[in-house]
């Protein structure tokens, strides 16, 4: 079955102090990897798509890397806005048409990490 | 460019009611997908509409169901109320019409108590 773990579950950073997230996963051939954040009583906002083994975006303060199992989110000297929580999403390739049609777009979320960014 | 919008964003219903949320996607987006998110479980996929076509469907009861419009909006309706089914309901489009086209944008959720 499809799984993603994210990793710490809670992360207090003081501001300025580096610092990396990690998400792991397995799927059944990766279609995309998906960050987000999301702020308390708020949708997730999106952050980063990552497709492909050795790919890297980065956005301000924020860095995300893709490995053949894991995701990295490396937050570069952080400030207290950066605190939320990161989430972090799978798309699997379409498996045919099983029970309930394809799995094309589906994301399958990690539980995410609680960022505490303090002053 | 809008995002995605979705109304209403706060509802309390009592068990045993019925309840019908809706979702305007960003324009020219033609995939509506939902998510229901809780404190315990996390954020769980409960369908995906694509050209007014259910394409794919989570693992959630019949009394959850939805629909799509021809100008892609999206509603999505619980029966039977239940406690259980407080929580933040999410809406996310994306184009998902082409490789490389299937990040999701969400909506900012519909709080949904039931007492």
């Known amino acids: 079955e499809d799984q993603v773990t994210q990793s710490p579950e809670a992360l207090r950073l003081q501001e300025g102090e580096s610092s990396s997230l990690n998400c792991s996963y397995t799927?059944?051939?990766?279609?995309?990897l998906f960050w987000y954040r999301q702020d308390p009583g708020k949708g997730p906002e999106f952050l980063f798509t990552l497709y492909s083994a050795g790919e890297e975006k980065e956005k301000e303060r924020l860095k995300a890397t893709l490995t053949k199992k894991e995701s990295f989110l490396h937050i570069t000297a952080p400030k207290p806005e950066d605190s939320a929580t990161y989430l972090c999403a799978v798309q699997a390739k379409t498996r045919g048409t099983p029970p309930g049609g394809s799995t094309l777009g589906r994301l399958y979320f990690g539980r995410g990490t609680q960022l505490t960014v303090w002053p | 460019k809008a995002g995605v919008t979705q109304t209403p964003r706060y509802l309390i219903k009592t068990r045993g009611q019925q309840v019908t949320l809706s979702c305007s996607p960003i324009s020219g987006h033609r995939s509506v997908s939902w998510y229901q998110q809780t404190p315990g479980q996390g954020l769980q996929f409960l369908f995906e509409?694509?050209?007014?076509?259910?394409?794919n469907k989570g693992n959630f009861p019949g009394r959850f169901s939805g629909r799509q419009f021809s100008n892609s909006r999206s509603e999505m309706n619980v029966s039977t109320l239940e406690l259980g089914d407080s929580a933040l309901y999410l809406c996310?489009?994306?184009?998902?019409?082409?490789?490389?086209?299937?990040?999701?944008?969400f909506g900012p959720g519909t709080r949904l108590t039931v007492t």
């Open positions: 799927v059944s051939g990766l279609r995309g």
């Open positions: 509409y694509f050209s007014e076509t259910q394409r």
């Open positions: 996310a489009s994306s184009l998902a019409d082409r490789p490389k086209s299937y990040e999701q944008y």
